[in-house]
């Protein structure tokens, strides 16, 4: 079974770039036909897709964040990151990485989360 763990700072200044990393674990992030999200869910609303990168290494962003996101991984580590620029208080979520395959048009596992506060 798949496990995701996402790592990185709790605490990013206003302006600066958020950088997050989810290691994987119990299969290969270049398996055809996976996907691999981040996901994210501000205080008090609901969840919020950032954006994936596939198994062929091509990336696709939520049009609302796309002009600040980069999802990039290193198959070496297994691992895939979040980078999110310019960050505001707004983006104060809590952070997750995610699995989804296609075939079953379902995510199939997710990291536990990661608290990312924004402020000064």
């Known amino acids: 079974q798949v496990q995701l763990q996402e790592s990185g700072p709790g605490l990013v200044k206003p302006s600066q770039t958020l950088s997050l990393t989810c290691t994987v674990s119990g299969g290969s992030i270049t398996t055809n036909y996976y996907y691999w999200f981040w996901i994210r869910q501000p205080p008090g609303k609901g969840l919020e897709k950032i954006g994936y990168?596939?198994?062929?290494?091509?990336?696709d962003y939520s049009p609302s964040l796309k002009s600040r996101t980069s999802i990039s991984r290193d198959t070496s580590k297994n691992q895939f990151t979040l980078q999110l620029s310019s960050v505001t208080p707004e983006d104060t979520a809590v952070y997750y990485c995610?699995?989804?395959?296609?075939?079953?048009?379902?995510?199939?596992?997710w990291g536990q989360g990661t608290q990312v506060t924004v402020s000064s």
């Open positions: 990168i596939a198994y062929s290494g091509t990336t």
């Open positions: 995610a699995h989804y395959t296609s075939p079953e048009r379902a995510f199939r596992s």
